[in-house]
């Protein structure tokens, strides 16, 4: 069927396996009143006429019998050997072009159906394609929820958890998971943590950062959100690749003199409540990356092509800064006589110079902000464009919007998130729509080996590491 019908048989659109089984029970049922009229023949049998007829009526009820069992046979066989992807399809087929669903794309009598196509994109995750015909992709695109609902059987812990218009509006892409499967990593021992390399950033099962492809990051999450935790799970793993020969660095600012401030080579603020030693460090990590990327072009040049950091065997460099908002409010928005370079703007030029230039020498950025103040609070917004992984923890729509366009949200679920879910997204090609994600559980003292991986991580180069905080 290629067009639209409100008057249709209830068996329209369905799946092949579902027309046999009832073309089966009704040939049984069939042969059973037909058994039944032999037994009624047979006191009658003696007649010539009565005998033959009984006889016919006999055997159309073996052959009718034995067609219905074929085809109950036949239906078994279909559904286990059809493919799970075809059985969506079908699914979903019926759920959007059968009118006793609701017709949730609106389609008019004699419209052209939309074709759909459905693939596996990975082990558990389909990707559902559905072309824009006679309707929009703004009319598909809101029947997600319709698509969502008409998974049953087995794919009922299925939905649709991202949406993908093509380029030219022809088509829509719905990817489909299992929503109720637990893809969250628990390590017992931060060993278990060590990367497969340098560039690769494990999030949960299926779901990593690309450095090769990905930039700065924007963390955003209210408090106990498990956002910095989230934050030490990537550093953990950035650690256990050692230090390279090129100055990388793994440089920690908090602010608050929390936890993280006693930890060694973790930058806290001055003695005097003052951001100085901040502030060179921001200035150490910014000239790390003008060395590095001056390597690169000493490697392009020699081979006569671009030579990408991973490629020269560097490996990343990171800054994370805890509480952005709070620490900009430390810095004074005019520079004193005495010292012109201590100020908001100058700490300003360092942030916004190391996330737009520091990706190409490897190094990378990871904001901390209150998820409030990602655009109000002193967030500019030339930053929060130019960091391409975004992740918020323990999300709501309202909170999300801030961070990502509303097409964007309009999958994600509304629902009760605690400590480390969060909703993630990435330009490496990948993971470009919002996705949901739980960070690593870390059974063991995570404060305790973060403090004993930066000491290890800076032995390995002691005359360039930078002293450990004093106590204050």
């Known amino acids: 069927m290629r067009t639209y019908r409100r008057e249709v048989g209830l068996l329209a659109y369905a799946a092949p396996g579902v027309i046999l089984l009832v073309a089966g029970s009704v040939a049984l049922l069939l042969a059973g009143m037909l058994a039944l009229g032999f037994r009624g023949l047979a006191p009658a049998v003696s007649g010539p006429l009565v005998g033959a007829i009984g006889r016919m009526v006999g055997q159309a009820a073996a052959v009718v019998a034995c067609v219905g069992i074929g085809a109950v046979i036949a239906a078994a066989v279909v559904h ?14 019926r759920a959007l072009c059968h009118p006793a ?56 812990r299925y939905a649709v958890t991202q949406t993908d218009t093509g380029v030219a509006y022809d088509r829509v892409t719905f990817r489909l998971e299992d929503v109720l499967v637990d893809r969250s990593l628990t390590y017992a021992a931060v060993e278990e943590m060590r990367p497969r390399g340098p560039t690769k950033l494990q999030v949960q099962d299926g779901t990593e950062i690309d450095l090769t492809t990905s930039g700065s990051m924007l963390v955003a999450g ?195 998130y605690g400590p480390g879910d969060a909703w993630f997204s990435s330009t490496d090609g990948e993971h470009d729509a919002v996705s949901y994600v739980h960070f690593p559980l870390m059974a063991f003292p995570v404060y305790k080996e973060l403090g004993r991986l930066l000491t290890l991580y800076y032995a390995d180069s002691p005359a360039e590491a930078p002293p450990p905080p004093s106590e204050t």
Request: aromatic share 6%; glycine share 8%.
């Open 222 to 416: 209210k408090t106990r959100s498990g956002k910095t935790t989230g934050i030490i799970a990537l550093l953990l793993q950035a650690l256990q690749c050692g230090r390279d020969e090129y100055g990388s660095e793994v440089i920690i600012i908090d602010p608050k003199r929390a936890e993280l401030s006693r930890l060694p080579y973790v930058v806290a603020l001055d003695g005097d409540g003052e951001a100085r030693g901040i502030l060179d460090a921001l200035k150490r990590f910014s000239d790390t990356i003008v060395t590095r990327q001056a390597v690169l072009n000493n490697l392009s040049e020699q081979v006569g092509d671009a030579v990408k950091w991973w490629d020269a065997g560097m490996h990343p460099s990171f800054l994370f800064v805890d509480e952005f908002v709070s620490l900009k409010s430390i810095f004074p928005a005019k520079p004193a006589k005495d010292d012109p370079d201590y100020c908001i703007s100058a700490f300003d030029s360092y942030i916004k110079r190391i996330v737009t230039m520091g990706a190409s020498a490897g190094c990378y950025v990871i904001i901390s902000i209150a998820e409030a103040s990602v655009q109000e609070g002193g967030l500019p917004a030339m930053l929060r464009s130019a960091m391409s992984t975004r992740i918020l923890f323990r999300p709501t729509r309202s909170e999300g919007l801030l961070m990502w366009d509303k097409t964007k949200l309009d999958t994600m679920p509304e629902r009760v």
């Open 101 to 156: 669903h609701g017709n949730p794309l609106h389609l008019q009598e004699g419209e052209l159906l939309p074709s759909i196509k459905c693939k596996e994109a990975r082990p558990g995750v389909y990707d559902l394609t559905i072309s824009a015909g006679a309707v929009t992709v703004e009319t598909i695109t809101g029947a997600a929820s319709a698509i969502s609902s008409a998974l049953n059987g087995r794919h009922t």
């Open 80 to 93: 286990v050997l059809m493919p799970d992807r075809a059985k969506i399809c079908g699914k979903v087929r």
